[in-house]
């Protein structure tokens, strides 16, 4: 039997995304037995995943955008790539106002989150973070797309995406 050998499940490469801080609030460094651990409120848990939805819901990346904008310049692009990188920007600047998604099929909401053993929350994570996307779906123009079947022939939307 070959020995045990450890690897990361993935490779993470430099960390290029830009950042931008939501709120000092719902957040503070506490001292425990002479470790600095950071304490994070419930409503800051609800708060990241409520704007995290609504952001991935309305805006894309600037290096997206950039991409597609490339594409109307690319000389070996067709009319028709051009053509759907255009609408994609055009389609941007309107999701970017707030008042219609970028895609209307708004999917699933599937969160993964890791944080380490010096991050403490002390409560079920997993309901703070589904309230908080819960409450965006109910304040944004966000669209309930998930059809339930009841048989081979009845269906019905659930109202709810979590």
């Not at 255009?86 to 970028?102: C, F, H, Q, T």
Request: with cysteine; glycine share 6%.
């Amino acid at each position: 039997m070959a020995g045990f050998i450890y690897e990361k499940p993935f490779r993470i490469d430099k960390d290029t995304t830009k950042y931008r801080l939501l709120t000092r609030d719902y957040v503070k460094v506490i001292d425990v037995d002479g470790r600095k651990i950071l304490n994070i409120d419930s409503l800051g848990l609800e708060l990241l995943a409520g704007t995290a939805v609504s952001e991935l819901s309305f805006f894309l990346r600037t290096s997206h955008l950039q991409k597609l904008a490339s594409i109307l310049d690319d000389p070996e692009a067709t009319d028709n790539d051009r053509f759907v990188a255009y609408m994609m920007l055009r389609n941007s600047v309107i999701a970017a106002k707030g008042d219609l998604p970028w895609c209307q099929d708004t999917g699933t909401a599937i969160v993964i989150g890791k944080k380490g053993e010096q991050v403490w929350t002390g409560v079920n994570d997993a309901l703070y973070i589904s309230k908080g996307i819960y409450k965006t779906f109910r304040e944004k123009n966000l669209r309930y797309s998930q059809i339930v079947p009841f048989s081979m022939f009845d269906e019905k939307n659930s109202c709810t995406n979590l």
